[in-house]
């Protein structure tokens, strides 16, 4: 898998796994699912949050100590992308560095290729 987490980003998703599974709101095999779907100002949106669930076309591979997973669609739009994590003046949060995309919007979540 062609996806990469910085540093940054997999220690935030390590915390906030380990907190849900703490919480007993997750069980410690969930992934971090990565996902595209369609929407936003640009076309697509990038989508992340904890699943569970994993079908066999997933593709999972850990990432930085994370596991992640990405279904077989989004991965077209994904390969190569860097996910980081960024605590600044403008906020925080996932910031999505994605070489398929041929632009985005301000809002840093939506993209067109």
Known sequence: MA???SARAAQELKTLMGKEVAESNMRPEAVLRLMV???GC????????????VTPEDR????EGVRVAVDAKSYLYLDGTEVDY???LM??????QNPNASGTCGCGSSFQV
């Not at 999972?60 to 990432?63: F, L």
């Open 3 to 5: 996806i990469k987490l």
């Open 37 to 39: 779907v369609g929407g």
């Open 42 to 53: 640009s076309g697509f949106q990038y989508r992340m949050g904890f699943d569970e669930k």
């Open 60 to 63: 999972v591979e850990e990432i």
């Open 86 to 88: 960024q605590d600044g």
């Open 91 to 96: 906020g925080r949060g996932f910031v999505f």
